[in-house]
């Protein structure tokens, strides 16, 4: 029985895991993702409800093991396998875009919300009822438990290649069966393998028959497919991303193409992944001579210099590698982190593209950019950086995405990289009220000032069309014969030199005018650096500070203390649309701190509210709710940006840390569990987290051009010690309670659960607001929290 | 004796059908009043003949039935494949910003519901309309034709390519931006001639943009950001 137990809940929690990875995939493929966070990270309160359920009906149910916990399980895999469906069915198709507009959507997502906590709650059910019966045995079960969610997380990552989205929750859903059947009762065998045998049926049928996904009519793919003959010719998924080609009569890409152009945009087919825009199929070949970005902003560098050899970083479906290889460049590197759209554009989509990433020019590399630009060693002649924002701007919805390509410490790491005469481009789209370009030009002046440029007016300059900005800061001083060239370039474009030396008011507005010039005011400031540049970072209504490793968020522009001005300013109801991305954190986190608190308090009322342990139980279980969470976020964050592969190292880094955990938790079991060893283990843990806040980027940015396996071993040599210990004081806490006050056990498991959930939305706040580093510092405090409360018991 | 009975249940029902429509008739004028009023002259819009052509049309005729009832609120609504019939504020500028004359031909890019077309063709000579999609053209035809707005023509096609042979236009209003502008728009657009495109999703801030031809340039011209509540730049 006992085996079987270990092997049942291993199945369960890499069912959960794989849920809640395949939940995101769809979610964030159907709807708006910041929203599928959001109901996610809800709907994992059913972590915390568990443990109240367990609190109020623990005994009755611990009594009934035999028949509940198989039952619960059996409950868990059918609802995992029909929750979709069943939502779309019974309470019609909720779409996030709506919320801030139809007061009606609100009770759609409330209702998807419950539907999805169902399941985690089951599932959460599950598990708890085990640590509950079987607290002496906590250690190797917690062990089983982190086993399984390491390799569930891993093996999810394969179930991406092989299964399309749809047919994901019905995968998962087979496994909390599974683990029903490893541990049905002798006693009533028959029935219970009858109803695990029928349960089968709703996996296994929506297998055969999955349900549509019907993605949001306002989604860039739904919109796509809306034109007349519009199709998808070409499909693949993967842990990367759902990969769809759509190809219309309609569909024209030419990014703020200047009013002179007077030809025919042409027809292109469009990748989307996860029903996102993502790149146009370009349709270029290798005899052009012109480019149609040559009538963009985008075309500057060119018109300083000609570049021979040029990185473009992010290179997406490579529309400014192809404009490189038209511009004559000898060696274009072109570096993307999708590996699956790369793959495309060489094999299936190549004939489109004439073979742009076969041709003897370009080099592909498919790794994170910033990754690539710390590990590479050659020079450019131009760095070319994506696009920034989209057009319209999207009201911050980038906000909570760490850009390490665009922190100060990213633009430093380029400028190393540039040959004597190179150039770093960048282009923005132009929003209001300003933000991004702001925030671009403080980041590009910070970087040249560190670097000690003593005239940056002849080092970064900027032209200005309809709706975009480009960028380029150049390592030679600006001739005046080239400010000349750029001057005729803008007169030839209808476009506007926005910084460039000579520059007066008049030129800046010459044929794109804005209402006022409020924008050049705010820019010449910050672009004079210092205790100017510092003012307007200040007074500004927006966060435009430049970003930072520590804090990579570019696209944060919201500053909490100013949220009562901008509300006198634009109106309470327009700070949604201003800045929406940071707002739907708050929201979450807000939320999730009402719920939680209610599900820790609820069972107070039962179990009463006075008593030994109580506090105990509170500050031991939060302690490491937070603290746990908060290392395993920077960590992954850190891990991220070394190895380049966001999915795969989000995944290794996961899997390793709860392997570890795991690991930490089943030799916790052979020990002997008192106070006195908490106090110990979690002290330790203080230690490791600070020397991991001081030294861990150093480290890590030190061996960043190592290959890739010793990466990962090495990586696994810094995650272990500190994993390992960390798997300790939740199993060794639960033991001590249930040596003490046993009726406490499945509360501080809702506790730990709760606290967990809170965690993820706290950690990025404080990521936001703070940084990384403070983050980390706010872990050994929580660890510290732990740590007092086990001190004071032993005294 | 049955007969008559029913024919009697029949006239009174139909007079009481007939009594909540006029009530709701007058209670959609009522709040297209008040729409003018607080939404739209509240903000700045002071073009008369827009002003007059937002109170006559009858904008709930133009959103889908389930949505009627927020026919006349401050806001965006959705009128089915991924559009919006835009905020009552955004036409009225749209309006004014292209300054439409009773001797003007104007061409429309994107007809959704036909709002738009409506409004202008209550200023103007002409109005030409390009929408895409062809369930919403066709709708948007119906109603136009129900409504009896002779001056309007509806083509289902690609607006890229613009309406040639109806052209050069006084005025252009484009009511769904892309990155780019079409380059036969910019060739379709009389000598001082304007159009008018907002930039951004319907759901967050918008920003108008106007372009103007003269003679051989063509100037840009960045407006205000707006959005459903009044958007002011007071303060900065």
Redesign the interface.
């Known amino acids: 029985m006992t085996r079987r137990l270990y092997l049942s809940i291993g199945f369960i929690s890499s069912s959960i895991i794989g849920f809640q990875l395949a939940l995101m995939h769809i979610l964030s493929y159907i709807q708006w993702s910041h929203f599928a966070w959001m109901v996610i990270s809800v709907a994992l309160l059913g972590f915390g409800a568990s443990g109240t359920i367990l609190a109020l009906a623990g005994r009755w149910m611990v009594r009934k093991i035999d028949t509940v916990l198989p039952l619960i399980m059996i409950a868990c895999g059918v609802t995992m396998s029909s929750v979709l469906p069943f939502a779309e069915r019974v309470f019609g198709t909720f779409d996030s875009?709506?919320v801030?507009?139809?007061s009606k959507e609100l009770y759609s997502l409330l209702l998807t919300y419950f539907s999805l906590f169902v399941v985690f709650f089951l599932g959460a059910l599950a598990i708890g009822l085990i640590y509950v019966a079987y607290v002496q045995k906590i250690g190797s079960l917690y062990f089983a438990d982190l086993l399984g969610s390491g390799l569930g997380g891993l093996a999810s990552l394969g179930l991406f290649w092989a299964f399309y989205p749809a047919k994901l929750p019905a995968v998962m859903g087979l496994l909390p069966i599974v683990a029903a059947a490893l541990i049905l009762p002798q006693k009533k065998i028959r029935p219970m393998a009858a109803i695990t045998i029928a349960s089968l049926a709703a996996p296994l049928l929506l297998l055969l028959y999955p349900p549509d996904l019907k993605i949001s009519?306002?989604?860039g793919l739904?919109?796509a497919l809306?034109?007349?003959g519009a199709e998808v010719r070409l499909e693949r998924t993967s842990p990367y991303g759902h990969i769809e080609v759509v190809t219309a009569?309609?569909l024209?890409?030419?990014?703020?193409?200047s009013?002179?152009?007077?030809?025919?945009?042409p027809v292109n087919d469009v990748v989307f992944c996860n029903g996102d825009w993502y790149g146009p199929v370009v349709s270029w070949s290798a005899a052009d001579t012109s480019h149609f970005l040559d009538y963009t902003t985008n075309a500057l560098p060119y018109i300083i210099t000609i570049p021979e050899t040029t990185m473009i970083l992010e290179a997406g479906t490579g529309l400014n590698v192809s404009h490189a290889v038209t511009r004559g460049a000898t060696s274009v590197t072109a570096v993307e982190h999708n590996r699956l759209v790369t793959d495309l554009l060489k094999n299936e989509l190549a004939p489109d593209t004439d073979s742009l990433f076969h041709h003897k020019a370009v080099t592909v590399k498919n790794l994170h950019s910033r990754s690539y630009l710390l590990a590479d060693t050659a020079t450019y002649d131009l760095i070319v950086l994506p696009t920034i924002e989209t057009?319209?701007?999207?009201?911050g919805i980038h906000a909570l995405k760490e850009q390490y390509l665009l922190t100060r410490e990213a633009f430093l790491n380029m400028w190393e990289r540039l040959s004597d005469r190179g150039m770093i481009s960048v282009t923005v789209w132009?929003?209001?009220?300003p933000r991004n370009i702001l925030k671009l030009l403080g980041t590009l002046t910070e970087t040249l000032q560190e670097i000690g440029v003593e005239d940056r007016s002849r080092h970064l300059m900027a032209v200005r069309g309809?709706?975009t900005v480009t960028f380029v800061v150049t390592r030679e001083a600006l001739t005046d014969y080239q400010a000349e060239n750029i001057r005729e370039f803008c007169s030839a474009m209808?476009f506007d030199p926005l910084y460039l030396p000579g520059k007066d008011d008049e030129e800046r507005m010459s044929?794109?005018?804005?209402?006022?010039s409020?924008l050049f005011e705010l820019a010449d400031r910050i672009a004079a650096g210092g205790e100017s540049a510092e003012e307007v970072y200040r007074d500004y209504?927006f966060n435009i500070r430049p970003a930072t490793d520590n804090r990579p968020y570019f696209s944060q522009f919201l500053k909490l203390s100013r949220l009562t001005?901008l509300s006198?300013?634009?109106?309470s109801?327009?700070i949604p649309?201003?800045e929406?991305g940071y707002l739907i954190v708050g929201i979450t986190f807000i939320q999730i701190t009402v719920a939680a608190i209610i599900l820790i308090i609820v069972p107070l009322f039962f179990i009463g509210w006075r008593g030994g342990y109580r506090g105990y139980t509170v500050l031991h279980f939060s302690g490491l709710g937070i603290g746990f969470m908060f290392v395993e976020i920077v960590l992954i964050q850190r891990l991220v940006l070394y190895f380049g592969s966001p999915i795969y190292a989000a995944a290794a880094v996961l899997s390793a840390m709860l392997i570890c955990s795991g690991a930490g938790s089943w030799y916790s079991s052979r020990m002997k569990g008192g106070f006195r060893d908490i106090v110990r283990v979690t002290g330790l843990i203080m230690v490791i987290i600070i020397l991991y806040g001081l030294f861990l980027t150093p480290l890590l940015l030190s061996t960043i051009s190592l290959p890739f396996l010793v990466k990962i071993a090495f990586s696994m040599v810094i995650i272990a010690p500190m994993a390992f210990f960390m798997g300790m004081p939740f199993p060794l806490g639960l033991k001590s309670l249930s040596e003490h006050n046993r009726s406490l056990v499945p509360w501080a498991w809702g506790i730990n659960g709760c606290l967990s959930v809170i965690s993820t939305a706290l950690a990025l706040i404080i990521a936001v607001e703070a940084g990384f580093l403070w983050v980390m510092a706010l872990a050994a405090v929580a660890y510290g929290i732990t740590m007092v409360a086990n001190i004071w018991k032993a005294a | 004796m049955k007969i008559v009975i029913q024919r009697e249940k029949i006239a009174v029902m139909a007079a009481l059908l007939l009594i909540c429509f006029s009530a709701t008739a007058q209670d959609f004028s009522l709040l297209r009043e008040r729409m003018v009023r607080d939404q739209i002259e509240a903000r700045g819009i002071t073009h008369e003949p827009t002003l007059n052509a937002v109170r006559s049309v009858e904008r709930h005729l133009f959103v889908p039935p389930e949505r009627r009832n927020m026919a006349y609120d401050d806001g965006p609504l959705p009128i089915g494949h991924g559009q919006t019939i835009s905020q009552p504020l955004i036409v009225a500028y749209m309006t004014e910003l292209v300054n439409p004359e009773p001797h003007h031909t104007v061409l429309e890019i994107g007809t959704g519901s036909g709002y738009q077309a409506a409004i202008l063709a209550e200023i103007v000579e002409r109005v030409f309309t390009i929408e895409i999609i062809p369930e919403l053209g066709n709708s948007a035809r119906e109603l136009i034709d129900d409504l009896g707005y002779e001056n309007i023509e509806v083509k289902i096609a690609d607006g890229y390519y613009g309406w040639e042979e109806h052209g050069p236009f006084d005025a252009i209003v484009v009511t769904a931006a892309a990155e780019n502008i079409p380059p036969p728009l910019v060739r379709q657009l009389k000598d001082g001639g304007r159009m008018v495109i907002p930039v951004g999703s319907p759901f967050m801030v918008q920003t108008l943009m106007l372009v103007e031809r003269r003679g051989d340039r063509v100037l840009t011209q960045s407006l205000m950001p707006v959005n459903f509540v009044p958007f002011t730049r007071g303060g900065r």
């Not at chain 1, 024209?252 to 193409?257: F, K, S």
């Not at chain 1, 057009?391 to 009201?395: L, V």
């Not at chain 1, 132009?430 to 009220?433: L, Q, V």
């Open positions: 875009y709506l801030f507009i139809d009519e306002y989604k739904a919109r809306d034109l007349p009569d309609a024209r890409y030419a990014p703020g193409l009013m002179s152009f007077t030809g025919d945009i057009f319209g701007g999207t009201s132009t929003e209001e009220p309809w709706g209808y044929y794109n005018i804005l209402t006022d409020y209504d001005r006198d300013i634009y109106g109801k327009s649309f201003l929406v």
